[in-house]
């Protein structure tokens, strides 16, 4: 038997494994080949989610990548939640999302982890991805900037969760935050200089 020490840091060690493999799953490039496009990553942004899985065309693949991204998120997350409780679902967000950031598999070069950080807020609680969709489509909508809404929708979560009560899922989100922030900062500096594109026009990454 392990005594309680023991059993948490078992527990620490099982979230971040499991929920660093899940996320480091890269469905985009996976599926690009079943398909039979290749390394998606010698097309468009060179990306490896869906948004780039669709400029090959294929509609189908695009959905299926974008439901893998997704769910490699909200399953760690969820099986996390129901086995050892908020905290170790919020070190098996975290982990999910590095992996999908930094994939070993694909010498650390992942995606920019949207739809993961989407998954993951199913798994929590669910009312962040009602808020996440409808700043990032207000934003959208008003700028046609995706990676702004994207921007904006992250940032707005972590706040209505602290004010909604969820310290836990405040803290994994606002960390999430962070690392869509680092991991958007080419967007960044193309949103400030104004050679962002736009929804609609073509990418530049």
Do not use: Q
């Not at 086995?83 to 992942?110: D, E, M, Q, R, S």
């Amino acid at each position: 038997m392990l005594d309680e020490a023991s059993y948490n840091v078992l527990a620490v060690i099982l979230c971040i494994a499991g929920g660093y493999l899940s996320g480091s799953i890269p469905f985009g490039l996976v599926l690009g080949r079943l398909f039979g496009y290749g390394d998606i990553r010698k097309i468009g942004s060179g990306n490896i989610g869906a948004t780039n899985a669709l400029r090959t065309g294929n509609k189908v693949m695009a959905a299926l990548t974008l439901l893998g991204d997704v769910l490699k998120g909200t399953l760690p997350v969820a099986v996390a939640l129901a086995t050892f409780g908020p905290f170790y679902a919020a070190i098996a967000g975290v982990a999910a999302f590095l992996g999908h950031l930094f994939p070993v598999w694909l010498g650390f070069k992942g995606g920019k982890g949207v739809a993961t950080y989407l998954g993951i807020l199913l798994g929590i609680s669910p009312i962040g991805v009602l808020v996440f969709a409808l700043v990032w489509l207000s934003v959208a909508f008003l700028t046609r900037y995706s990676s702004l809404a994207a921007l904006m929708a992250t940032l707005v979560v972590p706040i209505v969760y602290y004010l909604l009560g969820y310290p836990a899922a405040a803290l994994l989100t606002a960390i999430l935050t962070v690392l869509v922030y680092a991991r958007h900062h080419a967007n960044i500096r193309r949103l400030l200089n104004g050679s962002e594109t736009k929804i609609g026009a073509k990418d530049k990454g």
